[in-house]
C-alpha cells in the first residue's frame, strides 16, 4: 500500500509540474487514443522517389518527385503525403513537409547548400472523428539520395530574357558607332522640340521672361531628370539671346541641380556673368501652394514664354489655363497619361510621354544619345512586329509564339 501510496503521488506531482511550467508531449496524434485500423486501409508504398537540387535557382531548396500510390485512386485509400528528411542514410528521418492526396512533388525549402540529405516519403491513411484521428496508418518508401542543393549562375528559364537584352544592346552599340562615323540618323520630327527656338526668340524680341517649370516631383523621378535636361538647352539658348530665363521650383533637390545646370549653360554661352543665382528659386514642396506661387508670379510679370516639363498632377491644368490667359506660347512634356489632355488643350505644344525621354537626344544630337535612341525604337520595332506575327500565328493555331516570350518567376 505504501509503494503504491508513493506511485500515485509521484504521478500527481509529475503532472502538476508539467501543467505549471506547460510541458506537455510533441507528438502529432496521440497515440493512445488511436483505435485499431480496419483491414485492408493500409496503402500501396510510393515508388520512384526522386530527390534532386532545384534547377536555376539560388540554392537553398531540393525537390523531391514520386509515383503516386496505386490506392491514390481509390476514394479515400490515401489522404496525404509526409516527406521525411535525414542527414544519415540510417536516420533518424523526421517530417519536413506535408502534401494533399493527388500530388507528387514537394519543395523542401531551407536546406544548406552542399550537404548531403536522404528523403522517404509517407503514404497516409487516416480517418478523423470529430476533429480527432480515429485510426492512421502508413506505408513507407525506400530511402532515396543523397541530394544536394546548390546555387547556378545561369536561370536558363530567363534564357529569352538575355535573348532579347543582346539584340537590344547590340543594336544600341551598332547605332552609336554608326552615329560616331558620321552617318545621319532619321529621327522623326518632334514639333515641341523644334519649337523651342521659336519660343526663345518670341521671348526675347517681346522683352519679356521665360518661365521653365520642372514639375513636382523630386530628382529620383526619371520625368524630372528629363525636364532639366531640356532646361538646359533652353537656358543656353536664353543666354545666347540676353533674356531672363526663371525656375521655380518645389524641391530643395531640384534647386540645387536646376542652379548648376542653368550656370553652365550660361558658361557654354559664353556669358557666365549674366547668371544670377535669383534665376532659379524655391517656393514650396505644398503641390497646390507650389500652384497658386507660380498662378500669381505669371499673372503679375506675364511672361512670354512657358516652359512645363515633367512629372504634373492635379495642378497641370490649373498652371497651362493660366498661361493660356495671358497668350504665353507654352511648350509642356510629360509621361502622365492622365494630364496629357490637359496640355494639349491649354498649350501650344506638348511632347507625349516618350518624347520628353527623347529631347535631349533630339535636341543635343549627340552620336551616344542618338545612338542609344535609334536602337532602342528598333528593339520596339523588332517587339511589335513579333507580337503581330505572333497574333496571326496563335489566331489560326499555327504555332505558339507567346512561349518564347514567357518568363517563369
Not at 27 to 35: E, G, I, K, N, P
Not at 53 to 66: E, L, M, Q, R
Not at 342 to 366: K, P, Q
Not at 401 to 406: A, G, V
Request: contains cysteine; charged residues 20%.
Amino acid at each position: 500500500m505504501k509503494v503504491k501510496a508513493v506511485i500515485i503521488l509521484s504521478a500527481f506531482l509529475f503532472l502538476g509540474a508539467g501543467l505549471l511550467f506547460g510541458q506537455t508531449p510533441a507528438t502529432d496524434v496521440a497515440t493512445d487514443s488511436l483505435q485499431s485500423p480496419p483491414p485492408d486501409v493500409t496503402p500501396v508504398m510510393v515508388r520512384n522517389v526522386l530527390a534532386k537540387d532545384n534547377p536555376d535557382d539560388a540554392g537553398g531548396a531540393i525537390v523531391i518527385n514520386w509515383d503516386l500510390s496505386v490506392d491514390d485512386h481509390v476514394d479515400g485509400k490515401v489522404v496525404a503525403y509526409k516527406i521525411l528528411r535525414a542527414e544519415k542514410q540510417e536516420g533518424p528521418f523526421v517530417q519536413v513537409g506535408e502534401v494533399s492526396a493527388q500530388s507528387n512533388q514537394y519543395m523542401n525549402n531551407g536546406t544548406k547548400d552542399n550537404v548531403e540529405y536522404f528523403y522517404k516519403i509517407l503514404a497516409v491513411n487516416s480517418v478523423k472523428i470529430e476533429g480527432r484521428t480515429s485510426w492512421l496508418v502508413t506505408s513507407e518508401s525506400d530511402t532515396v539520395g543523397p541530394a544536394k542543393s546548390s546555387a547556378q549562375w545561369f536561370d536558363f528559364r530567363r534564357l529569352n530574357v538575355f535573348v532579347g537584352m543582346f539584340i537590344l544592346c547590340s543594336l544600341i552599340i551598332y547605332f552609336i558607332s554608326q552615329a560616331k562615323a558620321g552617318k545621319k540618323l532619321f529621327i522623326r520630327k518632334i514639333a515641341g522640340l523644334d519649337a523651342v527656338d521659336e519660343a526663345v526668340g518670341r521671348a526675347t524680341e517681346m522683352g519679356k521672361k521665360i518661365f521653365f517649370i520642372p514639375g513636382t516631383s523630386d530628382m529620383d523621378n526619371v520625368q524630372t531628370i528629363a525636364g532639366v535636361t531640356i532646361l538646359g538647352r533652353v537656358a543656353q539658348l536664353a543666354a545666347e539671346y540676353e533674356t531672363w530665363i526663371e525656375v521655380p521650383v518645389s524641391r530643395s533637390l531640384v534647386l540645387v541641380t536646376a542652379k548648376e545646370i542653368v550656370k553652365e549653360a550660361y558658361t557654354k554661352a559664353g556669358r557666365p556673368d549674366s547668371f544670377r543665382d535669383e534665376q532659379v528659386h524655391y517656393l514650396t514642396d505644398d503641390q497646390f501652394g507650389y500652384a497658386a506661387g507660380i498662378d500669381g508670379m505669371v499673372v503679375r510679370e506675364k511672361p512670354a514664354t512657358i516652359f512645363l516639363m515633367g512629372n504634373f498632377y492635379a495642378e497641370s491644368l490649373i498652371l497651362s489655363e493660366t498661361g493660356n490667359s495671358i497668350g504665353a506660347i507654352q511648350i509642356a512634356g510629360t509621361g502622365q497619361p492622365s494630364q496629357l489632355p490637359f496640355f494639349v488643350a491649354a498649350c501650344d505644344y506638348t511632347l507625349i510621354g516618350e518624347e520628353l525621354f527623347a529631347a535631349s537626344a533630339y535636341l543635343s544630337r549627340e552620336p551616344k544619345l542618338l545612338g542609344s535612341l535609334k536602337g532602342q525604337d528598333m528593339g520596339k520595332a523588332i517587339i511589335l512586329v513579333s507580337i503581330l506575327i505572333g497574333i496571326i500565328l496563335e489566331t489560326f493555331n499555327i504555332f505558339q509564339l507567346s512561349k518564347f516570350f514567357t518568363v517563369m518567376g
